[in-house]
């Protein structure tokens, strides 16, 4: 299994974490003003030779390798050079950076005030910060948060100019470009744009690849981008992008720094500022456009409570240790480094992908890891458990028993000490009071609704944002427990107590879940290992020679388990029924989403699904995913579109097995 | 700055250089070297013991690098000293050398960690001789000993495991004897006999080795004899008008050199261990001389090659000059590392000597500027005899070198030109470094070259820096090995490797990740103080360049300072081979290396060299077990 070495199984309760400090604190006891003036001499990459923007821009524009794809691309169209390096230019000048300390400087201003209002406490551990102060001397460093809000880059440049550390070049989405002066003053704080898919265009992959090794090579400044891609609208963790990793690894699989260092932020905010509008947007309604007037309508949310939030550092990952004996560098000696005439660039190997794949799940691991979970989380856990409400005693019982299983599976939870649980409870209750509300003794989640009569669509539709907002926080500590519910749903699927059974049920489920969730590839029996582990370490299961067999008291753990999971399985499985029931021949990709809503909608509707977050586009995507994956429907590319083509048979033995009404080995493998 | 003053007075100066050079080396002469100085076939009376030539080690450290007479210490005031009178560094004061040696190692004249006095001959296992090839022998009046003291100098090459051990009174599996033919024909009856015998022989040459390819194998169990050529030491002609020489290939390569100049030539090929290595080595590992750029490396300066092997005599026919006859049995023979058979015959070319000849050095901001540079001189093919450039650690160790000045005036002139470089031209003096040339030819020529190769090194922020420093940088090379055993007295232990990399970034990124990688893996392994880590480029090509490295540190504190080493080593090679680095340009594989071999020429080209060793010896008699 390639990634072993990745991964070393261990226990995830032993993991020591920094302790953090409260930055606002210090903001809210001194002038802003003057700490936007404060003298700002951040320690530098030691092999660093000072350049500006502008001397970096021409360094790029005149490096071999671009001038290389200039010539080719010159070649191919029959444009000349110059045309072509106009271009080059062209897109260089879109995308770049222009990092000032003025800009700086007024975003130390303004967010000091803005982040005071909207947080209780921002609290970072200084523990990280000294270790990555360490790391920006001796090595080329990329900075890799976590993103689940827009504040996140904010937050992280603001974090780094506060410790007087360099100040990250950040790549942002083009689409905030269409902010006027919004997105020039993100690009004088760093931030450098680039488009959501350029696929086939060369030139454009060129400038770009060219641009972030420049920066790289030389230790211009930290580089910081989101593995993710986007936001997460879920709060789940997104299966990682690799472009960007692959383009800054480069330098160090080609000997041109000596190494790397890739830095996991994990920012976890208590309550996310854009949580309602993630719900609608899963559900249909449009993401709004970036623009300028929208931002500053978003100013009433300044007036709003958003709780704490945590950034945490993980101490710097070495990309030289992790490619020791998985990359041999020597692979690239016989081809000419910048593309001499009549070489092609070259692809990364197999290897190289690979690697580069593991890592970034590495990184993401690593991102989780170290996410606060914050006790609302397991209150919305619960409830979502219970949408039909309950008790509020109950509810502190069974919060308090979550507490305890989360922090024996490792969850790095922010739960006040000497703080009785119940008021921990209700204090967090209150500051989602948008959430859930307490009526009497019950507590149900708040439904938002028109004061008049409203359509039973208008009624679904509001009950699943409500869902789907208080999913988002569930969503943050799923990563604790996947791994034993996985495991816990395939002891109850598998009919059977024998552990190869049970492993290969565990094994199908976590295969067809990998696009929802962050599971390395390849480390499937890893994964086994560790859900035994804990299921047995918290009393759950027994392991007895070749079976695993539930144990007495193990009963509410796997049941909390299996419904953890429930929705994510009911989900694939309308899907599923969709594809087999409904889908026609000429199923195109744009009207899959729809059409999976709408069938999930009627179900809905004629009372034989319970289940919301079918409703969620996230995750009719992901299991569409899994299913081609599954190669159980086809992707064909036509002139125009593209058409899913679907096998219905195969499609019903997936649901099946999902429901646990087929063993697996036979199903998937004898009817494929 | 280069230098100043009218034409003849130039020329004075730089026939007093010529002058200099060849009195640096003819003061290695014949009177001090008898065993060199045989003319005859059978060798002359012996005063020493009977029957066998001079022993080397009468003249040089039995443990240490050179001449027994010749050896840095710090006086008793602290300066550094050089002993002796062979070089231009001898009998001179040091003045900077402590200062440098303790700021560099952390290294302290208190802590000393001296060497065994002499060789403990007890602790020498007796030799294990094969009877009946001793007899036969005998009877071909071959001279042979199997003196203790005979059989460990031949037992060593000039690696750091190997002087250590040394130093510290350790002897490992030696040869069991040493036999010294003193011509070709000789060679063949001992080849004859150890195949007879199944004796396993290993040709020695001037055991200056740095790739443990003289260690005996300790798992050999055959009797091993060390096959000396130093007898074989003769120019049997010179062909004045073919320029070529045939010459035995025992001979040391500054006696060859001094011999063809009495007769008005050389053969321009001077690597850096000139003074002791030999013709038979230089082909037997395919090395490289200093001035190869007018006169090649040695497998451009061979014309024919006779080699005894288990199978029979090689060699070609005729002397032309390029043939088209199949693939170059020579190519078989130059490096194959004594493990095909003993050179004992080479036609070598030869050129007139140089009229003219004169240093230069340019002073760059930078590595990378300097590289720019080299590069550029190679791409336009105006490289002079030789260009070397130093980076900066070597640059301020080649001033710790620099002796005492004689008078306050030229005190004045250096720091004169020092605050011009540093404060004047704004170089860094942490990151300057220099370049050192080397022009030969006719006259008019040189001036010529000379002047293009600045205008080239100005483009590239270079300043002419005076012929001074070219000399001391060329003159460092000799010495540098002698520095080592200074190290060794005070904890300090070093060595030098070298590979051979494309032009393109790799030179720079090469230099830049190995130079890391030894400064991190010292630091892991637990040396206390950072290392010396520090390059220059050597040798220019077409299509790349050879890259030097000195990497040296301060051991106190280590329970196993050469175990240490050899890792920290092994790393670098790894790091040089994963920039695009080769195995070696010059120093050869031995077995030090060995283990990279099939990655280097793919398991193919492996078995290619196998089955050519398979069928010129499959007794395996030449069981040196190097490169394979």
């Known amino acids: 299994m390639a990634s072993k070495a990745l991964y070393s199984h261990r226990d995830p309760v032993l993991k020591k974490r920094d302790d953090f400090e409260d930055i606002l604190e210090e903001r809210r006891n001194s002038s802003d003003l003057r700490y936007a003036f404060k003298c700002y001499t951040p320690v530098l990459y030691r092999g660093l030779t000072p350049c500006k923007a502008a001397t970096l821009k021409s360094m790029v524009l005149q490096s071999e390798q671009l001038l290389h794809v200039i010539n080719q691309v010159s070649a191919e169209s029959g444009e000349s050079t110059d045309v072509v390096k106009d271009e080059a230019a062209a897109i260089l000048e879109e995308m770049a950076h222009r990092l000032q300390l003025r800009t700086i400087r007024f975003f130390a201003y303004t967010l000091s005030k803005a982040f005071k209002a909207l947080y209780r406490s921002v609290c970072v551990n200084e523990e990280g910060i000294q270790r990555l102060q360490q790391a920006m001397q001796e090595h080329p460093v990329v900075l890799l948060p976590s993103h689940r809000s827009y504040m996140d880059f904010l937050m992280m440049s603001y974090i780094l100019y506060t410790y007087d550390l360099s100040l990250p070049v950040i790549a942002a989405g083009m689409d905030f470009l269409g902010m006027k002066f919004v997105g020039e003053m993100l690009r004088m704080s760093g931030a450098f744009f680039i488009r959501r898919s350029f696929g086939g265009d060369q030139l454009y992959w060129a400038v770009f690849s060219e641009y972030v090794k420049t920066m790289l090579r030389k230790g211009y400044a930290p580089i910081e981008f989101f593995l993710e891609g986007t936001r997460s609208r879920t709060c789940k963790s997104l299966t990682p992008k690799l472009g960007l990793l692959n383009i800054v690894m480069e330098p160090f699989f080609k000997g041109e720094v000596f190494d790397v260092n890739l830095v996991p932020v994990s920012m976890s905010y208590e309550r996310v500022l854009e949580e309602s509008l993630y719900a609608r947007e899963l559900l249909g309604v449009p993401k709004p456009k970036e623009s300028t007037s929208g931002l500053l309508k978003a100013r009433k949310i300044l007036s709003e409570d958003y709780g704490s939030m945590h950034v945490y550092f993980s101490p710097p990952v070495s990309v030289r240790s992790l490619a020791q004996g998985r990359i041999n560098r020597s692979q690239f000696n016989l081809t000419p480094r910048c593309g001499g005439s009549g070489h092609v660039a070259q692809k990364p190997s197999e290897e190289t992908q690979a690697f580069v794949n593991d890592v970034a799940y590495r990184i993401v691991r690593l991102q989780q890891e170290n996410m606060v979970v914050k006790p609302w989380v397991l209150v919305a856990t619960l409830l979502l458990q219970s949408v039909e409400g309950m008790e509020l005693t109950e509810l502190m019982e069974q919060t308090s028993w979550l507490r305890d299983l989360a922090r024996m599976f490792g969850a790095f939870l922010d739960w006040p000490d000497h703080t009785p649980c119940s008021m921990v409870v209700s204090s967090s209750i209150s500051l989602h009071r948008n959430l859930a509300c307490v009526s009497g003794s019950r507590i149900s989640l708040v439904v ?187 992707r064909v590319r036509t002139n125009e579109q593209v058409l899913f083509k679907v096998n219905k048979a195969a499609v019903n033995s997936v649901e099946d097995t999902l429901g646990g009404r087929i063993p697996t080995q036979k199903s998937i493998l004898a009817r494929l | 700055m280069a230098s100043i003053g009218d034409g003849s007075e130039r020329q004075r100066i730089a026939q007093q250089r010529l002058r200099v050079l060849a009195g640096h080396l003819r003061r290695l002469g014949a009177e001090e070297r008898p065993g060199v100085a045989a003319q005859e076939c059978r060798a002359g009376p012996r005063t020493r013991r009977e029957n066998v030539p001079a022993a080397p080690q009468d003249i040089m450290k039995w443990n240490g690098w050179g001449y027994a007479d010749s050896k840095f210490f710090f006086n008793k005031k602290g300066q550094g000293e050089f ?82 051990s040394l130093r510290d009174g350790r002897v490992g599996r030696c040869p069991d004897m040493v036999v010294w033919p003193n011509c070709h024909n000789d060679v063949v009856k001992i080849v004859e006999l150890a195949c007879k015998h199944s004796v396993c022989l290993i040709p020695y040459g001037g055991g200056t080795s740095v790739s443990s390819a003289l260690e005996c194998p300790p798992e050999e169990t055959r009797s091993i004899v060390s096959l000396d050529t130093s007898q074989m030491n003769r120019i049997l002609w010179i062909d004045e008008k073919n320029l070529t020489a045939h010459v035995e290939a025992g001979i040391i390569g500054q006696d060859l050199e001094r011999l063809l100049n009495e007769s008005g030539y050389c053969t321009g090929h001077e690597p850096d261990s000139m003074e002791f ?242 400064v991190r893996e010292c630091k892991e392994k637990g040396v206390q103080f950072p290392p010396l880590s520090t390059c220059r480029v050597t040798q220019t090509y077409d299509a790349g360049a050879c890259v030097y490295f000195y990497f040296a540190f301060n051991y106190r504190g280590l329970s196993d300072p050469v175990h240490v080493y050899e890792q920290v080593e092994h790393a670098a090679r790894e790091e040089i081979l994963a920039n695009g680095g080769s195995l070696s340009h010059h120093h050869g594989v031995g077995k030090l290396r060995k283990e990279w071999m099939q990655e280097t020429i793919s398991s193919v080209g492996l078995g290619m060299l196998k089955s050519v060793k398979d069928y010129l010896d499959p007794n395996n008699i030449f069981g040196n077990r190097n490169l394979l």
Request: charged share 20%.
């Open chain 1, 448 to 634: 938002e609704g028109p004061q008049g009569p409203e359509t039973p669509e208008e009624a679904l539709f509001n009950r699943a944002v409500s869902v789907l907002s208080c999913a988002s926080y569930r969503n943050q500590v799923l990563h604790v427990f996947l791994r034993p519910a996985l495991l816990a749903m395939a002891l109850s699927n598998a009919n059977s107590s024998r552990k190869e059974d049970i492993y290969s049920c565990f094994d199908f489920l976590r295969n067809v879940f990998s696009d929802e969730f962050i599971l390395s590839p390849g480390a499937s029996v890893q994964d086994f290992d560790e859900a035994c582990h804990l299921l047995v370490k918290c009393g759950a299961v027994e392991l007895l020679h070749q079976d695993v067999v539930m144990a007495e008291s193990g009963r509410t753990v796997l049941s909390f388990l299996t419904l953890l999971l429930e929705p994510f399985l009911q989900g694939y499985q309308v899907v599923c029924r969709y594809l087999r029931e409904e889908a026609t021949e000429n199923l195109t990709e744009k009207q899959f989403i729809p059409a999976v809503r709408s069938f999930a909608v009627k179900l809905h509707l004629s009372g034989s699904l319970k289940c919301y977050e079918v409703l969620s586009s996230d995750l009719q995507k992901n299991a569409l995913n899994a299913l081609i994956r599954l190669n159980v429907v086809r």
């Open chain 2, 83 to 164: 002993t002796g009178k062979r070089y231009r560094l001898s009998g001179l004061i040091l003045p900077s050398l402590k200062d440098w040696f303790e700021g560099t190692f952390g290294a302290n004249l208190q802590h000393k960690s001296p060497a065994v006095p002499s060789l403990n001959t007890s602790a020498v296992a007796p030799p294990s001789l094969n009877e009946a090839f001793v007899e036969e022998l005998k009877s071909t009046g071959i001279p042979f000993s199997h003196d203790t003291e005979d059989r460990v100098f031949r037992a060593h090459g000039h690696c750091l495991h190997e002087i250590f």
């Open chain 2, 277 to 518: 290595s030999s013709l038979g080595g230089w082909v037997a590992t395919r090395a490289s001389g200093m001035k190869k750029n007018i006169y090649g490396n040695i497998e451009d300066l061979v014309v024919h090659i006779k080699m005894v092997t288990p199978r029979g005599v090689i060699e070609k026919s005729c002397q032309g000059p390029r043939m088209s006859t199949g693939p170059d049995i020579h190519h078989f023979i130059l490096g194959s590392e004594g493990t095909l058979g003993v050179v004992t015959e080479v036609t070598l070319k030869i050129r007139p000597i140089p009229e003219y000849q004169k240093y230069g050095s340019v002073v760059f901001p930078n590595f990378q500027q300097g590289v720019a540079c080299l590069r550029e001189v190679a791409k336009q093919r105006c490289a002079p005899a030789s260009i070397r450039l130093m980076d900066n650690e070597q640059f301020q160790f080649g001033h710790a070198l620099k002796p005492q000045v004689s008078s306050i005036f030229t005190s004045f002139l250096d720091g004169l030109k020092k605050f011009y470089i540093t404060k004047f031209k704004g170089f860094d003096p942490h990151h300057l470094c220099v370049a050192t040339l080397l022009f030969e030819g006719d006259r008019e020529k040189v001036l010529q070259h000379e002047k293009l190769v600045y205008d080239i090194a100005a483009k590239f922020g270079g300043l002419a820096a005076g012929e001074d420093n070219g000399q001391r940088g060329y003159m460092l090379t000799f010495v540098i090995a002698y520095l080592r055993d200074l190290g060794m007295e005070y904890y300090v232990i070093g060595e030098s490797f070298e590979t051979s990399v494309p032009w393109d970034r790799w030179v720079l990124d090469l230099c830049r990740n190995v130079k890391e990688r030894i």
